[in-house]
């Protein structure tokens, strides 16, 4: 089992920042993959930015630019940061963080983001 664990989120106005971080214990030597997918009300569930345990990254094209994501690691957990820069209205969300792993995949309680114009 991995436990993930979220932080960050929150209200900031358009061309503001705010960084999400990741925490994941657990079973974390079989996590392959984590990242951010994200929901706004009444679309569909989309990923944002993905990082694998080795470093390789990939963005939705929306963010590429804006957003950068990072991983660390050590013996007790994994942690996936997403800074966000440059926030505009519709990276309003609810931001889910993931885990890939060799069992299965696991899921955050999702934060919310909002973006005010």
């Known amino acids: 089992q991995v436990q993930l664990v979220e932080s960050g989120g929150g209200l900031v106005q358009t061309g503001g920042s705010l960084r999400l971080s990741c925490a994941a214990s657990?079973?974390?030597?079989?996590?392959?993959?984590m990242g951010w997918y994200r929901q706004a009300p009444g679309k569909q569930r989309e990923l944002v930015a993905g990082?694998?345990?080795?470093?390789?990254?990939?963005?939705a094209d929306s963010v590429k630019g804006r957003f950068t994501i990072s991983i660390s690691r050590d013996n007790a957990k994994n942690t996936v940061s997403l800074q966000m820069n440059g926030l505009k209205p519709e990276d309003t969300a609810v931001y889910s963080c993931?885990?890939?792993?060799?069992?299965?995949?696991?899921w955050g309680q999702g934060t919310q983001v909002t973006v005010s114009s």
């Open positions: 993931f885990a890939n792993a060799y069992r299965g995949d696991y």
């Open positions: 657990g079973s974390i030597f079989s996590v392959k993959r």
């Open positions: 990082i694998t345990t080795t470093g390789s990254t990939n963005y």
